[in-house]
């Protein structure tokens, strides 16, 4: 059974950074791209950066690039988002999900919630 | 604000048919597939479609995708209570090499 397990949100100031991890279990994750999403209070459903199977290969949102990173450990099954310079507007709930094709993705974890503020 | 245009919102009645539709530009819809997601309060987004009008398994005939052009559309028939959601189009933008997503749809099924 796939599953994804996202970890690492919390309340952080202004400024400062986070980890989100989502560990991965149940598939070959070295064979799939991975993607992180996530969703403002209210707002609607924001893509933020995928990472090639063998991290290889990265793209991001205008929004977070040079503020986020996205990496991945094929020998622990988990990615990671680091979140540096956080924002106001970072605030959200961070989901990691697999890739089933371009921006299709076929599961998701449960979420985990990013709150940033002073 | 969002790079794909979506209607706020659309209702209709149990058992009728309703169509969601995402504009978009050359550099994203237009240049690539479209997928559809499902989003009910307190869960996860669930995909509906995916590559323009394929659908995973486990979804029902009654929804269906198209894309014409720099425009996809969303069609869901029969509808049911269960159906009332947010509905989001996504899709790759090949200019910013960024997923572009629309700002959403809630359906309302009254």
């Known amino acids: 059974e796939v599953q994804l397990v996202e970890s690492g949100g919390g309340f952080v100031q202004p400024g400062g950074s986070l980890r989100l991890s989502c560990a991965a279990s149940?598939?070959?994750?070295?064979?799939?791209?991975m993607h992180w999403f996530r969703q403002a209070p209210g707002k609607g459903l924001v893509w933020v950066s995928r990472?090639?199977?063998?991290?290889?290969?990265?793209n991001y949102a205008d929004s977070v690039k040079g503020r986020f990173t996205i990496s991945r450990d094929n020998t622990k099954n988990t990615l990671y988002l680091q979140m540096n310079s956080l924002r106001a507007e970072d605030s959200a709930v961070y989901y990691c999900?697999?890739?089933?094709?371009?921006?299709?993705?076929?599961?998701w974890g449960q979420g985990t919630l990013v709150t940033v503020s002073s | 604000q969002s790079v794909l245009t979506q209607p706020p919102s659309m209702s209709a009645a149990p058992g009728q048919k309703v169509t969601i539709s995402c504009s978009g530009s050359?550099?994203?819809?237009?240049?690539?597939?479209v997928s559809w997601y499902q989003h009910l309060p307190g869960t996860v987004p669930k995909l509906v479609i995916y590559?323009?009008?394929k659908r995973p398994s486990g979804i029902p005939d009654r929804f269906s995708g198209s894309k014409s052009g720099t425009s996809a559309t969303l069609v869901i028939t029969g509808l049911q209570t269960g159906d009332e959601a947010d509905y989001y189009c996504?899709?790759?933008?090949?200019?910013?090499?960024?997923?572009?997503f629309g700002g959403g749809t809630k359906l309302t099924v009254l």
């Open positions: 996504g899709t790759w933008n090949s200019r910013l090499s960024a997923g572009v």
């Open positions: 149940g598939f070959t994750f070295t064979n799939y791209w």
């Open positions: 050359t550099s994203d819809i237009g240049d690539n597939y």
């Open positions: 999900a697999r890739d089933l094709h371009i921006v299709a993705t076929d599961y």
């Open positions: 990472i090639k199977g063998d991290g290889s290969a990265t």
């Open positions: 590559d323009n009008d």
